[in-house]
């Protein structure tokens, strides 16, 4: 078992910056995938951004450029680096770890959410 505690969200003007964190514990977390995926109302929960254990990093194409991923494994904690927010940024954001990035949207372990909302 994995678990998964974010924080970080809030309320930003457009253009403002946010930082995410996401702590986790159990067995393994180490060593596993980390992401980010994010939900906003009435829309499919979508992929963000995710780091390897070994820290390659992959983004959708809506946030290359603004967003940046990062984490520590001694301290079991990935951030997500939220610049130049835009009003479709708003969500709730959600981290994941998955033994690989391959299985992060089908075998994940999944934190509580944090509300992220950009006022324009």
């Known amino acids: 078992q994995v678990q998964l505690v974010e924080s970080g969200g809030g309320l930003v003007q457009a253009g403002g910056s946010l930082r995410l964190s996401c702590a986790a514990s159990?067995?393994?977390?180490?060593?596993?995938?980390m992401g980010w995926f994010r939900q906003a109302p009435g829309k499919d929960r979508e992929f963000v951004a995710a780091?390897?254990?070994?820290?390659?990093?992959y983004y959708a194409d809506s946030v290359k450029g603004r967003f940046t991923i990062s984490r520590d494994n001694a301290k079991n904690t990935v951030w997500l680096q939220m610049n130049s927010l835009e009003p479709d940024d708003t969500a709730v954001y959600y981290c994941?770890?998955?033994?690989?990035?391959?299985?992060?949207?089908?075998?994940?372990?999944w934190g509580q959410g944090t509300q992220v909302t950009v006022s324009s």
């Open positions: 994941a770890a998955a033994p690989s990035i391959a299985t992060l949207t089908t075998g994940a372990y």
């Open positions: 159990g067995r393994t977390s180490s060593t596993y995938a």
């Open positions: 780091i390897s254990s070994g820290r390659f990093t």
